[in-house]
């Protein structure tokens, strides 16, 4: 964590000149610090609609008042602080009348986009996703707290920002930590597969909120299974050191109209109307195309123009992100095995992808004899990654007959099988990928075992899909057997839809990513799985498409016909 600094001389001297009225120094400024904005605000709001006015209100007053800083060195933390008034500000005037704080259908939460766009794993994402189950006040002081320990801000900043004294910040940041650790217990045990967890949350519309939290947290203080909290989890202040910012979104525009509020600040003769009049000149010059993918265009918009292929911005164009790491960018040559994967036999691959047809759908995920444990993979083509949505979020759980969601975008997709056969067991019926626009490919299977393998040491008839005592799950014939883990790539979207009837199973649905992938698959025996995984993905179109996936949208999903129709 870093100490009580100011900011770096070079934006010391680039607050001073934009203060002059150098038209050149404001978009630095505004290009520059703009992230740090939409981090504060988007974690803040986790993510609500109203981000961007919040945001855009920010940085006008930052821009409007700008002449009024007598000290360039605190720009940080006056910046941070009028993002926190205007959060507050935006929470007073939503008092009176009910308060949706859920995010529009459709629309990634700002937990979501920070394992997205951050490529975060393990520990780490169930930091960010835990953030969702906070109250209000609490995320408002973890959007400085978390800028705080990845080095972005001081303990002095988020206390000013916050408006209390540094002793007062220590206690209400520690209170907010047991909340979160509270919280993080529940991301956790919302993973696992606790069959008394698992009735509770039948009657939950997915949406955390602070009575599911208390009765989640009841639970799990209860629960022998839930409870059994795993020796090597990390506090949250190491798992967030040296974490990037959340990049602002390409096609997010800063529209920040000027004219009037300098104009009339330099009509009223205040102490920054001379500021302000050299600012409204310069807006009439021509626009200024600036370097971090945003561009300042006539009357003073600024739009975010980067896509997500292209490279990440320069270093110096974040003026808080000095040592933390780059985040990971999509891409943009075609596919290709990656370099770092050791190439084997190819006996370890579906005979199904290897065939030579090269138009989509001509292969068909098909039944494949299981690899031998010692037997590494074949290398993983690296397809384009632009990031995927989900209607269920970053971690959908689809227990019963009807539950889906609907993947959308350009990326790799985990499927996690949770078979319950002590439960119910019988006919397993597969689900269903309907309504593809684009393509779909089944790309690898991980997990470090096939559902099939055996399970326990002291009864040989115990595998994945059940064993002698409690009976088994058994595929319909000429299905794919399934492993732990199954990867998926889309481009596109296509809805998944859970079609239990006979047999009691769940599954879980993350965003995923080619590295994740590739780690998964590569970890065989020595780590202790059962075997390494599989890699189905060829590269091209003739990969093979996931079984019982069609481009219809019937009216019940359990209808589509047991074969894929692409």
């Given at each position: 964590m870093r100490t009580d600094v100011p900011v770096s001389r070079q934006w010391r001297a680039t607050v001073a000149a934009a203060q002059a009225g150098d038209r050149r120094a404001l978009d630095e400024l505004v290009e520059g610090w703009l992230p740090l904005v939409y981090n504060v605000v988007g974690r803040a709001l986790n993510g609500h609609a109203d981000v961007d006015d919040v945001v855009q209100e920010t940085m006008l007053r930052a821009v409007d008042n700008l002449g009024t800083l007598r000290d360039p060195d605190s720009f940080r933390s006056w910046l941070v602080a009028i993002a926190m008034r205007q959060i507050r500000d935006r929470a007073r005037r939503r008092q009176d009348r009910k308060l949706d704080e859920a995010v529009p259908d459709g629309a990634a939460d700002f937990a979501e986009l920070t394992v997205l766009r951050l490529q975060l794993?393990?520990?780490?994402?169930?930091?960010?996703?835990?953030?969702?189950?906070?109250?209000?006040?609490?995320?408002?002081?973890?959007?400085?707290?978390?800028?705080?320990?990845?080095?972005?801000?001081?303990?002095?900043?988020?206390?000013?920002?916050?408006?209390?004294?540094?002793?007062?910040?220590?206690?209400?940041?520690?209170?907010?930590?047991?909340?979160?650790?509270?919280?993080?217990?529940?991301?956790?045990?919302?993973?696992?597969?606790?069959?008394?967890?698992?009735?509770?949350?039948?009657?939950?519309?997915?949406?955390?909120?602070?009575?599911?939290?208390?009765?989640?947290?009841?639970?799990?203080?209860?629960?022998?299974?839930?409870?059994?909290?795993?020796?090597?989890?990390?506090?949250?202040?190491?798992?967030?050191?040296?974490?990037a910012l959340v990049p602002v979104p390409a096609g997010f525009v800063l529209s920040p109209a000027l004219g009037a509020k300098t104009a009339a600040a330099a009509a009223g003769g205040s102490a920054s109307a001379g500021w302000s009049a050299k600012v409204l000149g310069a807006l009439a010059k021509p626009a200024v195309a600036v370097t971090a993918g945003a561009t300042i265009v006539a009357g003073g918009a600024y739009v975010v123009v980067r896509t997500p292929h292209d490279p990440a911005p320069r270093a110096a164009v974040s003026p808080t992100a000095a040592g933390t790491r780059a985040v990971p960018q999509a891409p943009v040559t075609a596919p290709s095995p990656?370099?770092?994967?050791?190439?084997?036999?190819?006996?370890?691959?579906?005979?199904?992808?290897?065939?030579?047809?090269?138009?989509?759908?001509?292969?068909?995920?098909?039944?494949?004899?299981?690899?031998?444990?010692?037997?590494?993979?074949?290398?993983?083509?690296?397809?384009?990654?632009?990031?995927?949505?989900?209607?269920?979020?970053?971690?959908?759980?689809?227990?019963?007959?009807?539950?889906?969601?609907?993947?959308?975008?350009?990326?790799?997709?985990?499927?996690?099988?949770?078979?319950?056969?002590?439960?119910?067991?019988?006919?397993?019926?597969?689900?269903?990928?309907?309504?593809?626009?684009?393509?779909?490919?089944?790309?690898?299977?991980?997990?470090?075992?096939?559902?099939?393998?055996?399970v326990s040491s002291t009864d040989t008839?115990?595998?994945?899909?059940?064993?002698?005592?409690?009976?088994?799950?058994?595929?319909?014939?000429?299905?794919?057997?399934?492993?732990?883990?199954?990867?998926?790539?889309?481009?596109?979207?296509?809805?998944?839809?859970?079609?239990?009837?006979?047999?009691?199973?769940?599954?879980?649905?993350?965003?995923?990513?080619?590295?994740?992938?590739?780690?998964?698959?590569?970890?065989?025996?020595?780590?202790?799985?059962?075997?390494?995984?599989?890699?189905?993905?060829?590269g091209t179109d003739a990969a093979p498409v996931p079984q019982y996936v069609t481009r219809e949208t019937p009216d019940d999903p359990a209808t589509v016909p047991q074969k894929s129709v692409v």
């Amino acid at each position: 964590m870093r100490t009580d600094v100011p900011v770096s001389r070079q934006w010391r001297a680039t607050v001073a000149a934009a203060q002059a009225g150098d038209r050149r120094a404001l978009d630095e400024l505004v290009e520059g610090w703009l992230p740090l904005v939409y981090n504060v605000v988007g974690r803040a709001l986790n993510g609500h609609a109203d981000v961007d006015d919040v945001v855009q209100e920010t940085m006008l007053r930052a821009v409007d008042n700008l002449g009024t800083l007598r000290d360039p060195d605190s720009f940080r933390s006056w910046l941070v602080a009028i993002a926190m008034r205007q959060i507050r500000d935006r929470a007073r005037r939503r008092q009176d009348r009910k308060l949706d704080e859920a995010v529009p259908d459709g629309a990634a939460d700002f937990a979501e986009l920070t394992v997205l766009r951050l490529q975060l794993e393990g520990q780490r994402r169930e930091v960010a996703e835990a953030v969702r189950w906070l109250d209000a006040e609490d995320r408002q002081l973890v959007s400085l707290w978390w800028l705080e320990v990845s080095g972005e801000l001081t303990r002095r900043e988020l206390a000013a920002a916050v408006g209390i004294s540094r002793q007062h910040a220590a206690v209400r940041v520690q209170r907010m930590k047991e909340r979160l650790e509270t919280s993080r217990g529940i991301v956790r045990a919302l993973d696992g597969a606790c069959p008394a967890l698992r009735e509770l949350t039948g009657r939950w519309d997915g949406r955390p909120d602070s009575v599911w939290r208390k009765r989640l947290a009841r639970h799990i203080r209860g629960c022998g299974y839930c409870g059994d909290a795993r020796g090597s989890v990390v506090p949250a202040e190491r798992l967030l050191v040296g974490i990037a910012l959340v990049p602002v979104p390409a096609g997010f525009v800063l529209s920040p109209a000027l004219g009037a509020k300098t104009a009339a600040a330099a009509a009223g003769g205040s102490a920054s109307a001379g500021w302000s009049a050299k600012v409204l000149g310069a807006l009439a010059k021509p626009a200024v195309a600036v370097t971090a993918g945003a561009t300042i265009v006539a009357g003073g918009a600024y739009v975010v123009v980067r896509t997500p292929h292209d490279p990440a911005p320069r270093a110096a164009v974040s003026p808080t992100a000095a040592g933390t790491r780059a985040v990971p960018q999509a891409p943009v040559t075609a596919p290709s095995p990656s370099p770092s994967t050791p190439p084997s036999a190819p006996a370890s691959a579906s005979p199904s992808a290897s065939a030579s047809a090269g138009v989509y759908g001509s292969v068909v995920d098909a039944v494949d004899p299981a690899p031998d444990p010692d037997a590494k993979p074949g290398a993983l083509p690296h397809r384009p990654e632009a990031g995927i949505t989900s209607t269920g979020g970053a971690h959908a759980v689809l227990n019963h007959r009807g539950d889906n969601v609907t993947l959308s975008g350009q990326g790799y997709v985990l499927v996690r099988w949770q078979i319950s056969p002590q439960y119910r067991s019988g006919s397993l019926v597969v689900p269903s990928w309907t309504g593809l626009k684009g393509r779909i490919f089944h790309v690898a299977s991980g997990g470090g075992r096939r559902m099939d393998d055996r399970v326990s040491s002291t009864d040989t008839s115990a595998t994945g899909m059940g064993s002698s005592a409690t009976g088994y799950d058994v595929l319909p014939a000429g299905a794919q057997q399934m492993w732990q883990n199954e990867y998926y790539y889309v481009d596109g979207s296509v809805t998944l839809t859970v079609n239990e009837r006979g047999a009691d199973y769940g599954v879980s649905v993350f965003p995923s990513s080619w590295d994740a992938v590739e780690k998964d698959v590569l970890s065989g025996p020595p780590e202790g799985a059962i075997r390494y995984g599989l890699v189905r993905d060829d590269g091209t179109d003739a990969a093979p498409v996931p079984q019982y996936v069609t481009r219809e949208t019937p009216d019940d999903p359990a209808t589509v016909p047991q074969k894929s129709v692409v």
